[in-house]
């Protein structure tokens, strides 16, 4: 990737965009050519430029698609490099010993290209460095307890093998470098060194050379976990390097990796110890937090101004867990000032999202605290919902202090689904049922990867991951790690029909969970409990969202811009085309909401892909999923015949587009004639379509929703009366029944269309009733009341 960046920049050519990166892996040559000619466009070249700037195109054009066939052939090298160290792994040879010289400067020039890259991706529209590295489904993680795995020598290394029982204890003799995956130098008690690559290391990818190096700094000893000597140790997470590898530890996960104080007598290091301000490291807990565990009396180096200094550079990491374990020692060690005990406190518990104890420290945000905690109780009220939604408006990355609302809901399996949520009481539709903030939330626009696209690319699976996701998985393993309360409710999601369940999803599953408020049990956590990346990728991929970008962030259908957040407990609801909750997003909070009246022992369901799909779309949409969906619309469906939905979908992939561009325009202005015509042709759509519904099916009819409310913007130029029978005809085809200005019963699908509906019946009917259902049938959906529809 960076050398076709830099070729097109030679070339006076932009790089690829977020959307380009994506099709950059498709093997498809017409797909090549297609992003040649895309690409091979010069920023500055208008479309009003003559025969010489279109001759310099197609010469670029040509230039641009050696290029990418270049690229390709380096993409399939590491493909063929990474299937040839599988079908090693049988027959592994003896490691060769590298001279630490030629480590060294292989580290330090790997250094000197991020620091390239970073200046090359300088552009006028900011910093943009797109990342490309590989993923395989043959990764590891080790699962036993450091403390019994025996010690690993330098003579005993072969490659590729993985050292089950077994534990490799390095220094950090090198500066680290930060592509995806980190990579330094570690050096062995015997003197024999080795290049060491660290996957998930930090989602904050714009860190600095200096920044990193602080947090992994230079004479830091690790133990890595039943270590895998890989061919090439920067295979996954690292830059594609066209097959040319390098031998060397591969860790999978961080939780492989123990930073331990060094209490073995090693020999000086080769290199310089750099002088760092910076108190703790990474993964390491705060030193009163280790002494407690050792049972040591207060470290003579430790005083309350370091304390603090290591609370924020906990905070600052995202390591809220780490900081309440070093403040709970502190204290045992008694040396917080009483004055400053209640803000500190109450900072580190706002971050645990532990709102109802903030709240009851007097400090000074304690008001703010107390209405994040009154949540928990009350739900969201429709001032809430408006400030929320107004935030979104101007915020890219929205992320809101609010406690997490459980309703009458309890986890219970549900017979041949799993696990799922069902009603403990009778609940009126419109009812706030759930309120869950995100465990982790991962923004394209977030300053720890502005501009910085990345694009992992499964070849097992044939998986494309991009950049949300990808650190919204870095996020995740830290965040259990961090806080060990999170691994049953994430952990005890399934990662996908194909994966086996871990150990957390074999256990009853939790409602609510919080941090661990007694001080020794905390400081005692089990901090070191193995995670998987492979199943909390697999987490992310089933059962994580990926909401569309919130109004404050810049539209774009750029496929590297999305969000992913994994919100535990909603994860938990089963889909159903037919849903009988409304979920919506703010920022990084989800609401569920009762869409009509439930009786107690209710299964609450929503949609994992939209209703308003034709039935095949949605079979193919839902396959992931490894089941069949059978919910009432389904069911409908199915009832209608193969061939009718078929050709229901056919008539809408074919039909339905022109008259929809024809419509469009004619919006703006047009003859009777036209629309009389128009209105005819989408009339004779919509009895194509019916005729394709068995006559038992009732009124819900989803393809017709769209079909008979754009006929009835054509009809009302000239026929207001039937423009009325067709706007109500397309409220019951979403499921809805219409009466005198008002619904006897909300829609069951096209809930944005059916308001609109209402809005068009307001006016054609010149009744103000008809703006209060459809107020009334959002504030159902997402809530806020009159006030957030104005």
């Given at each position: 990737?960076?050398?076709?960046?830099?070729?097109?920049?030679?070339?006076?050519?932009?790089?690829?965009?977020?959307?380009?990166?994506?099709s950059?892996?498709?093997?498809?040559?017409?797909?090549e050519?297609?992003?040649?000619?895309?690409?091979?466009?010069?920023?500055?070249?208008?479309?009003?430029l003559?025969g010489?700037?279109?001759?310099?195109?197609?010469?670029?054009?040509?230039a641009t698609?050696?290029?990418?066939?270049?690229?390709?052939?380096?993409?399939q090298?590491?493909?063929?490099?990474?299937?040839?160290?599988?079908?090693?792994?049988?027959s592994?040879?003896?490691?060769?010993?590298?001279?630490?010289?030629?480590?060294?400067?292989a580290q330090?020039?790997?250094l000197r290209r991020?620091?390239?890259?970073?200046?090359?991706?300088?552009?006028?529209?900011?910093?943009?460095?797109?990342?490309?590295?590989?993923?395989?489904?043959s990764t590891?993680?080790?699962?036993?307890?450091?403390?019994?795995l025996r010690?690993l020598?330098?003579?005993?290394?072969e490659?590729?093998?993985?050292?089950?029982?077994?534990?490799?204890?390095?220094?950090?003799?090198?500066?680290?470098?930060?592509?995806?995956?980190?990579?330094?130098?570690?050096?062995?008690?015997?003197?024999a060194?080795?290049?060491?690559?660290?996957?998930y290391?930090?989602?904050?990818?714009?860190m600095?050379e200096?920044?990193?190096?602080?947090?992994?700094?230079?004479?830091?000893?690790?133990?890595?976990?039943?270590p895998?000597?890989?061919?090439?140790?920067a295979?996954i997470?690292?830059?594609?390097?066209?097959g040319?590898?390098?031998?060397?530890i591969?860790?999978?996960?961080?939780?492989?990796?123990?930073?331990i104080?060094?209490?073995i007598?090693?020999?000086?290091?080769?290199?310089?110890?750099?002088?760092?301000?910076?108190?703790?490291?990474w993964r390491?807990?705060?030193?009163?937090?280790?002494?407690?565990?050792?049972?040591?009396?207060?470290?003579?180096?430790?005083?309350?101004?370091?304390?603090?200094q290591?609370?924020?550079?906990?905070?600052?990491?995202?390591?809220?867990?780490?900081a309440?374990?070093?403040?709970?020692?502190?204290?045992?060690?008694?040396i917080?000032?009483?004055s400053?005990?209640?803000?500190?406190?109450?900072?580190?518990l706002?971050?645990?999202?532990?709102?109802?104890d903030?709240?009851?420290?007097a400090?000074?945000?304690?008001?703010?605290?107390?209405?994040?905690?009154n949540?928990?109780?009350?739900g969201?009220?429709?001032?809430?919902?408006?400030?929320?939604?107004?935030?979104?408006?101007?915020?890219?990355?929205p992320?809101?202090?609010?406690a997490?609302?459980?309703?009458?809901?309890?986890?219970?399996?549900i017979?041949?689904?799993?696990?799922?949520?069902?009603?403990?009481?009778?609940?009126a539709?419109g009812?706030?049922?759930?309120?869950?903030?995100?465990?982790?939330?991962?923004?394209?626009?977030d300053?720890g990867?502005?501009?910085?696209?990345l694009?992992?690319?499964?070849p097992?699976?044939?998986?494309?991951?991009?950049t949300t996701?990808?650190?919204?998985?870095?996020?995740?393993?830290h965040?259990?790690?961090?806080?060990?309360?999170?691994?049953?409710?994430?952990?005890?999601?399934?990662?996908?029909p194909?994966?086996?369940?871990?150990?957390?999803?074999?256990?009853?599953y939790?409602?609510s969970?919080?941090?661990?408020?007694?001080?020794k049990?905390?400081i005692?956590?089990d901090?070191?409990r193995p995670?998987s990346a492979?199943?909390?990728n697999?987490?992310?991929r089933?059962?994580?969202f990926g909401?569309?970008?919130?109004?404050?962030?810049?539209?774009?259908?750029?496929?590297?811009?999305?969000?992913?957040?994994p919100?535990?407990?909603?994860?938990?609801?089963?889909?159903a085309?037919?849903?009988?909750?409304?979920?919506?997003?703010?920022?990084?909070?989800?609401?569920?909401r009762a869409?009509h009246?439930?009786?107690?022992?209710?299964?609450?369901m929503?949609?994992?892909?939209?209703?308003?799909?034709?039935y095949?779309?949605?079979?193919?949409?839902l396959?992931?999923?490894?089941f069949?969906?059978e919910c009432?619309?389904?069911t409908?469906?199915?009832?209608d015949g193969?061939?009718?939905?078929r050709?229901?979908?056919?008539?809408?992939?074919?039909v339905?587009?022109?008259?929809?561009?024809?419509?469009?325009?004619?919006?703006?202005?047009?003859?009777?004639?036209?629309?009389?015509?128009?209105a005819?042709?989408?009339g004779?759509?919509?009895?194509?379509?019916?005729?394709?519904?068995g006559?038992?099916?009732?009124?819900?009819?989803?393809?017709?929703?769209?079909?008979?409310?754009?006929?009835?913007?054509h009809?009302?130029?000239?026929d207001?009366?039937?423009?009325?029978?067709?706007?109500?005809?397309?409220?019951c085809?979403?499921?809805a029944?219409?009466?005198?200005?008002?619904?006897d019963?909300?829609p069951?699908?096209?809930?944005?269309?059916?308001?609109?509906a209402?809005?068009?019946?307001?006016q054609?009917?010149?009744?103000?009733?008809w703006?209060?259902a459809a107020c009334?049938?959002?504030?159902?959906?997402?809530?806020?009341g009159?006030e957030?529809?104005?």
């Amino acid at each position: 990737m960076e050398e076709l960046v830099r070729s097109l920049r030679n070339l006076g050519l932009a790089p690829p965009t977020g959307e380009q990166i994506v099709s950059l892996v498709d093997a498809d040559p017409r797909v090549e050519q297609r992003l040649a000619r895309e690409l091979s466009v010069p920023p500055q070249l208008d479309s009003h430029l003559g025969g010489d700037a279109v001759l310099d195109t197609v010469l670029m054009s040509g230039a641009t698609e050696a290029m990418l066939q270049s690229y390709n052939r380096k993409l399939q090298s590491e493909i063929a490099s990474q299937k040839k160290q599988q079908d090693a792994l049988a027959s592994p040879k003896r490691i060769k010993r590298v001279p630490l010289k030629g480590l060294l400067a292989a580290q330090d020039a790997e250094l000197r290209r991020r620091r390239q890259e970073l200046q090359e991706g300088t552009t006028p529209q900011g910093l943009y460095v797109p990342r490309q590295f590989f993923d395989t489904d043959s990764t590891y993680c080790s699962d036993k307890d450091y403390k019994t795995l025996r010690p690993l020598e330098m003579d005993e290394l072969e490659v590729p093998k993985r050292y089950v029982d077994r534990s490799l204890v390095v220094k950090v003799i090198s500066r680290p470098s930060l592509y995806f995956g980190c990579t330094f130098v570690g050096m062995l008690h015997c003197g024999a060194a080795l290049p060491i690559t660290v996957c998930y290391f930090t989602a904050r990818l714009t860190m600095t050379e200096d920044e990193l190096a602080a947090r992994l700094p230079i004479g830091t000893t690790l133990l890595i976990k039943e270590p895998f000597v890989s061919t090439n140790h920067a295979g996954i997470g690292g830059p594609i390097t066209g097959g040319k590898n390098a031998v060397g530890i591969r860790v999978d996960t961080p939780s492989d990796v123990v930073v331990i104080d060094n209490e073995i007598d090693w020999p000086e290091l080769p290199v310089p110890v750099e002088k760092s301000d910076r108190i703790t490291v990474w993964r390491q807990e705060g030193p009163l937090c280790r002494a407690v565990r050792k049972g040591l009396q207060l470290p003579s180096y430790v005083s309350w101004g370091s304390t603090q200094q290591a609370l924020l550079e906990f905070l600052e990491d995202e390591r809220p867990g780490a900081a309440w374990r070093e403040l709970k020692a502190a204290e045992l060690y008694d040396i917080v000032p009483s004055s400053e005990s209640a803000e500190w406190n109450s900072r580190v518990l706002v971050r645990l999202c532990a709102f109802k104890d903030a709240a009851g420290l007097a400090c000074k945000h304690q008001k703010e605290h107390q209405a994040a905690a009154n949540v928990a109780v009350d739900g969201l009220s429709t001032e809430d919902v408006v400030r929320i939604f107004n935030t979104t408006l101007t915020d890219a990355t929205p992320r809101f202090d609010v406690a997490d609302y459980i309703g009458p809901v309890t986890v219970a399996d549900i017979p041949n689904a799993g696990r799922g949520l069902v009603l403990t009481r009778d609940v009126a539709e419109g009812e706030l049922l759930l309120v869950c903030r995100a465990m982790v939330s991962s923004y394209s626009s977030d300053d720890g990867c502005k501009g910085m696209p990345l694009l992992r690319v499964n070849p097992d699976s044939g998986v494309t991951s991009t950049t949300t996701q990808v650190l919204a998985a870095t996020k995740c393993i830290h965040a259990i790690l961090d806080r060990p309360e999170l691994a049953l409710p994430f952990l005890g999601l399934t990662a996908g029909p194909n994966e086996p369940l871990s150990v957390e999803a074999q256990q009853e599953y939790p409602l609510s969970w919080s941090y661990e408020c007694d001080a020794k049990k905390s400081i005692f956590a089990d901090t070191d409990r193995p995670v998987s990346a492979r199943y909390v990728n697999g987490v992310l991929r089933f059962n994580a969202f990926g909401p569309a970008a919130v109004p404050g962030a810049q539209r774009s259908d750029d496929e590297m811009s999305r969000s992913t957040m994994p919100h535990p407990l909603p994860a938990i609801l089963n889909h159903a085309c037919l849903p009988n909750v409304s979920s919506v997003f703010f920022g990084d909070i989800v609401t569920t909401r009762a869409l009509h009246p439930m009786t107690k022992g209710t299964q609450i369901m929503h949609q994992y892909v939209p209703g308003v799909l034709p039935y095949n779309t949605r079979q193919r949409m839902l396959s992931k999923h490894g089941f069949v969906c059978e919910c009432g619309l389904c069911t409908m469906d199915v009832m209608d015949g193969a061939e009718n939905c078929r050709k229901r979908e056919e008539l809408l992939a074919t039909v339905l587009p022109p008259l929809v561009d024809r419509s469009r325009a004619l919006l703006s202005g047009g003859a009777e004639d036209m629309q009389r015509e128009l209105a005819s042709n989408l009339g004779e759509l919509a009895n194509e379509l019916n005729a394709t519904y068995g006559e038992s099916r009732g009124n819900l009819r989803p393809d017709l929703v769209d079909v008979l409310y754009r006929e009835a913007l054509h009809v009302q130029t000239y026929d207001v009366p039937g423009a009325i029978a067709l706007v109500k005809a397309s409220l019951c085809a979403a499921g809805a029944t219409p009466g005198d200005g008002t619904l006897d019963r909300l829609p069951d699908v096209h809930f944005d269309a059916s308001i609109r509906a209402m809005l068009m019946l307001a006016q054609l009917e010149d009744n103000l009733k008809w703006v209060d259902a459809a107020c009334y049938t959002h504030d159902c959906m997402i809530g806020g009341g009159l006030e957030s529809n104005q």
